[in-house]
């Protein structure tokens, strides 16, 4: 029997369409995958407490390798400046997860924001006194009758704790003032010793020709003074469901901090990258990039308790800051940290 043209091209082409359709549903199917994996990444955004600076850099490494990615994480890191309270940022939902000194955190925590610290990032103060060697102050002691700046604004507790150490009164045995965020005060004698964190002042002083030779330090963490600086905290409402995402964004960071004190030189180039030009200089970043690894990873420390909350630095820290006034009543630290977050980002 003979098949009519006709219809053979009629069946042909009902084939081809048939396989037509196929194929582009199988595309869509391929593109829905792909845009349902990209959606699937869970926003987190980071509030910082200052512009991006070194002082920030593991975090900027860990969003430049794509180590928040890996996690399954999509972060936003949203700069400081010194109109935006990270605390606020959290409580009120603009930013899940930020960064602030432990002594800026436990006020806002005592006003009622849901806020609790998550890990610990630096386990060393970098805090100092500098002064120049002719102003003869060799031991805290010697403050006595001389002008001595802080910046103020809850930078000053581990100062007054350490007048307190002494028997100084910082308004009658002493001049205590305010200082401004250069170091000009102290370079032109204002000053006889300048608050300056190893970091940034410091060397900013170096870097204006007076040698390390010529200055006195005292440092905090040597006097048993010292507070917890840069944490993370988030809003309890948000992390009591989301604490796997919590954990995910910890270890990630602990990943991007270990890989910017491994290669300074490259995490400065992160920096630099969102740096606003003119902000700083490439040489000042990687200073404050070999002094912030030392409060992360000070020497001797276990690498593999990067991020861990220290139980008795953070009452320590807690401690001075109700001493001071910081805290109306004595901080519930309990509430105040956990370590959950770290144990499940390190299990």
Same mark, same amino acid.
């Given at each position: 029997?003979?098949?009519?043209?006709?219809?053979?091209?009629?069946?042909?082409?009902?084939?081809?369409?048939?396989?037509?359709?196929?194929?582009?549903?199988?595309?869509?199917?391929?593109?829905?995958?792909?845009?349902?994996?990209?959606?699937?990444?869970?926003?987190?955004?980071?509030?910082?407490?200052?512009?991006?600076?070194?002082?920030?850099?593991?975090?900027?490494?860990a969003l430049e390798k794509g180590y928040y990615k890996?996690?399954?994480?999509?972060?936003?890191?949203?700069?400081?400046?010194?109109?935006?309270?990270?605390?606020?940022?959290?409580?009120?939902?603009?930013?899940?997860?930020?960064?602030?000194?432990?002594?800026?955190?436990?006020?806002?925590?005592?006003?009622?924001?849901?806020?609790?610290?998550?890990?610990?990032?630096?386990?060393?103060?970098?805090?100092?006194?500098?002064?120049?060697?002719?102003?003869?102050?060799?031991?805290?002691?010697?403050?006595?009758?001389?002008?001595?700046?802080?910046?103020?604004?809850?930078?000053?507790?581990?100062?007054?704790?350490l007048f307190d150490k002494y028997g100084l009164d910082?308004?009658?045995?002493?001049? !205590?003032?305010?200082? %401004?965020?250069?170091?000009? $005060? @102290?370079?032109?004698?204002?000053?006889? &010793?300048?608050?300056?964190?190893?970091?940034?002042?410091?060397?900013?002083?170096?870097?204006?020709?007076?040698?390390?030779?010529?200055?006195?330090?005292?440092?905090?963490?040597?006097?048993?003074?010292?507070?917890?600086?840069?944490?993370?905290?988030?809003?309890?409402?948000?992390?009591?469901?989301?604490?796997?995402?919590?954990?995910?964004?910890?270890?990630?960071?602990?990943?991007?901090?270990?890989?910017?004190?491994?290669?300074?030189?490259?995490?400065?180039?992160?920096?630099?990258?969102?740096?606003?030009?003119?902000?700083?200089?490439?040489?000042?970043?990687?200073?404050?990039?070999e002094e912030v690894a030392k409060l992360v990873l000070?020497?001797?420390?276990?690498?593999?308790?990067?991020?861990?909350?220290?139980?008795?630095? !953070?009452?320590?820290? %807690?401690?001075?800051?109700? $001493? @001071?006034?910081?805290?109306?009543?004595? &901080?519930?630290?309990?509430?105040?940290?956990?370590?959950?977050?770290?144990?499940?980002?390190?299990?």
């Amino acid at each position: 029997m003979k098949v009519k043209v006709q219809n053979v091209n009629s069946i042909l082409l009902i084939v081809v369409l048939a396989l037509v359709s196929v194929l582009a549903a199988c595309s869509s199917d391929e593109e829905k995958v792909a845009t349902s994996s990209s959606g699937d990444l869970a926003p987190v955004t980071l509030q910082l407490k200052w512009v991006p600076q070194a002082q920030f850099a593991g975090y900027y490494v860990a969003l430049e390798k794509g180590y928040y990615k890996e996690e399954g994480l999509d972060v936003t890191i949203a700069p400081g400046g010194p109109d935006i309270v990270p605390e606020q940022q959290v409580a009120n939902g603009a930013a899940q997860i930020g960064v602030d000194w432990v002594a800026s955190l436990l006020p806002h925590i005592e006003q009622g924001m849901p806020l609790i610290q998550i890990a610990q990032i630096y386990q060393e103060s970098g805090l100092l006194l500098i002064s120049k060697k002719d102003a003869g102050i060799t031991s805290p002691k010697d403050l006595a009758g001389k002008n001595v700046g802080n910046w103020m604004g809850g930078n000053e507790f581990e100062a007054l704790a350490l007048f307190d150490k002494y028997g100084l009164d910082p308004n009658s045995d002493l001049s !205590f003032v305010k200082q %401004a965020f250069t170091m000009d $005060q @102290f370079l032109s004698g204002d000053l006889d &010793a300048a608050s300056a964190m190893t970091y940034n002042e410091y060397h900013v002083v170096l870097e204006s020709g007076v040698l390390a030779s010529d200055l006195n330090i005292i440092d905090m963490n040597d006097e048993g003074v010292a507070m917890l600086e840069d944490n993370l905290f988030a809003n309890k409402e948000w992390l009591e469901e989301n604490k796997e995402t919590a954990a995910k964004f910890i270890r990630a960071s602990i990943k991007g901090w270990k890989a910017a004190i491994e290669d300074a030189e490259g995490a400065v180039d992160i920096i630099m990258a969102e740096s606003e030009e003119g902000s700083s200089t490439r040489e000042h970043q990687l200073t404050m990039m070999e002094e912030v690894a030392k409060l992360v990873l000070p020497e001797g420390f276990n690498a593999e308790e990067l991020g861990k909350t220290d139980p008795k630095m !953070f009452q320590q820290t %807690a401690d001075i800051a109700h $001493q @001071f006034g910081v805290i109306k009543e004595k &901080a519930d630290v309990d509430e105040a940290f956990t370590n959950e977050i770290f144990e499940m980002a390190t299990k």
